[in-house]
């Protein structure tokens, strides 16, 4: 019998960081109305209405209120537990759902599965808690993003250890979705440009978006020698302007719990489908 894979990341570092924003101002995420309004204009696409919704994260309050407005019954789940508390959410991790099957027609996860230790299993779960037709719809920050930080991590003078997450990219999610058995999965990615004075600013955007690291065990804590040097190859090559450019590459993906009135996707590499087709609901 083989033996459980340890975990990637830490369950602690992660309740952490989520707890951390009940503490922010609401807007120092900048990553959270970017995701939710991209959600928000993907859902506008489908014409039937979700009674019921789980959403995956209590951080986005904007994002909350406009699934209220929608009379949606919501339900949220949050694996913060100080932040459930203050949201009234199920505290619990996105890989550890335990809720009736097929209980909800809407699943909405505005980041976090490139966090998560057992993606597959994640989910599984997640398509067992779809009502037929029913559909999965999120975001994460994907394979590509922040290269120039992940250069200077690795500039000579720095110990060679993990200390940013494996990313997952495009064709890997899409083929999860498949073998999981959402039927009409959709994957895409916007590229998004953000300018940074230094490497602490950027620091800062990450901690307040919940993206640093949550690797276990956690590595060693850098030296001061070590951020300095960072710290200047992050921002060697700047523009004129001093400025550096850094990316944030934002998958998005759908996938529909199966039902018998859906259109039958085309041979496998036979054609391409827009989001939009995807997202229309059944006739």
């Known amino acids: 019998m083989s033996q459980p894979s340890a975990p990637i990341f830490s369950a602690a570092r992660q309740r952490a960081q989520r707890d951390r924003f009940a503490r922010l101002p609401a807007d120092a995420d900048f990553l959270a109305p970017i995701i939710a309004e991209t959600l928000i204009d993907r859902l506008a696409m489908v014409t039937r209405r979700f009674e019921r919704t789980l959403l995956i994260g209590a951080h986005d309050a904007a994002l909350i209120a406009h699934l209220r407005q929608t009379g949606t019954a919501l339900t949220i789940v949050e694996a913060g537990p100080r932040l459930a508390a203050a949201t009234g959410a199920i505290p619990v991790e996105a890989d550890a759902i335990d809720l009736p099957f097929a209980s909800f027609d809407l699943i909405l996860w505005p980041g976090g599965l490139d966090a998560v230790n057992d993606v ?42 993990a200390r940013l997450h494996p990313q997952i990219d495009l ?3 899409g083929n999860l979705l498949q073998r999981v058995g959402f039927a009409l ?35 060693p804590p850098l030296t001061r020698d070590e951020v300095a040097r960072i710290a200047i190859a992050y921002i060697a090559g700047a523009d004129p302007d001093a400025r550096i450019d850094e990316q944030f590459r934002l998958v998005h993906f759908s996938g529909w719990a199966p039902h018998p009135g859906q259109p039958q996707p085309a041979r496998r590499g036979s054609a391409t489908a827009s989001l939009t087709e995807a997202l229309k609901p059944k006739s």
Not at 123 to 145: H, Q
Not at 188 to 217: C, I, M
């Open 120 to 161: 597959p299993g994640a989910l599984v779960r997640l398509r067992a808690l779809l009502a037929p037709d029913g559909l999965l719809l999120g975001t994460f920050v994907g394979d590509g993003s922040l290269p120039r930080l992940r250069r200077a991590v690795m500039t000579d003078g720095v110990r060679s250890i």
């Open 171 to 173: 064709a890997a999610i």
């Open 185 to 219: 999965p959709v994957v895409d990615v916007e590229a998004l440009t953000v300018r940074y004075a230094d490497l602490f600013a950027l620091v800062r955007d990450l901690r307040a978006a919940g993206l640093t690291s949550r690797l276990d065990p956690a590595p």
